[in-house]
C-alpha cells in the first residue's frame, strides 16, 4: 500500500514489517518498536531468501542445507574433506540434523565417509568426484540468483549494507 513521502514526491512502499509496527503502535504505545523494524525485516528477510534458494537450487536437486553442507566442503579446498564437528558448526546445523544430511548425500553418492585419522570415533565426509560436479554447478546456480536478489541496490548500498549487517552479526558472538 504506497502513501505519498513527506516531502510528496515518489510514494513509499509498506512492507509486511510496518504494517505490523503500526499494531504495535496502536495497541501498545509503551514499547519502542524500532529495533523490530531491523530484526523482523532480517527474520522475514531470511526466510524469504532461504525459500527463494531452495526454489532456485530445485532443478539441482539439492536442499538449500544440502548446498550448504556440500558447498563448505568445497569450498575447504582439496581433498575437500571436514569431520562432521567442522561442518556442523559452519552450517548450524543440529547433530541429528547433520548426520541425516550426510547420510542423504551419501546415500546419491555425493560424499564418501571414513574413519578420521586423528579421531577413530568419527567419520570425516569428502566430497565425490560427482558431488564436486554437482557443487560446482549449484553454486553457479546460486551465487546469480542472490546477485539477482540485490541487483535493486546499487555497489555502495550493497557494500555499505553488507558492513552494517556484519557489524550487527559481530555484535551478537554466537
Known amino acids: 500500500?504506497?502513501?505519498k513521502s513527506a516531502r510528496g514526491a515518489a510514494p513509499v512502499e509498506h512492507d509486511v514489517v510496518d504494517l505490523l509496527l503500526l499494531d504495535w503502535r496502536r495497541e501498545r504505545p509503551d514499547l519502542d518498536a524500532s529495533a523490530m523494524a531491523v530484526v523482523g525485516r532480517i527474520l522475514h528477510l531470511g526466510r524469504l531468501l532461504e525459500t527463494g534458494a531452495g526454489e532456485y537450487l530445485h532443478e539441482s536437486g539439492i536442499s538449500y542445507t544440502e548446498l550448504d553442507v556440500l558447498a563448505t566442503l568445497r569450498r575447504s579446498g582439496a581433498p575437500y574433506r571436514l569431520t562432521p564437528t567442522t561442518l556442523r558448526k559452519s552450517v548450524l546445523l543440529t547433530s541429528g540434523a547433520m548426520t541425516a544430511c550426510l547420510n542423504r548425500l551419501e546415500t546419491r553418492?555425493?560424499?564418501?565417509?571414513?574413519?578420521?585419522?586423528?579421531?577413530?570415533r568419527s567419520l570425516a565426509a569428502a566430497l565425490t568426484a560427482r558431488g564436486i560436479k554437482l557443487i560446482d554447478q549449484a553454486i553457479g546456480v546460486r551465487f546469480r540468483q542472490a546477485s539477482q536478489v540485490v541487483s535493486g541496490l546499487s555497489a555502495a548500498e550493497r557494500t555499505e549494507l553488507a558492513r552494517l549487517l556484519r557489524k550487527l552479526r559481530l555484535q551478537l558472538r554466537a
Open 1 to 3: 500500500m504506497p502513501t
Open 109 to 120: 553418492g555425493l560424499i564418501v565417509r571414513n574413519l578420521e585419522a586423528s579421531d577413530r
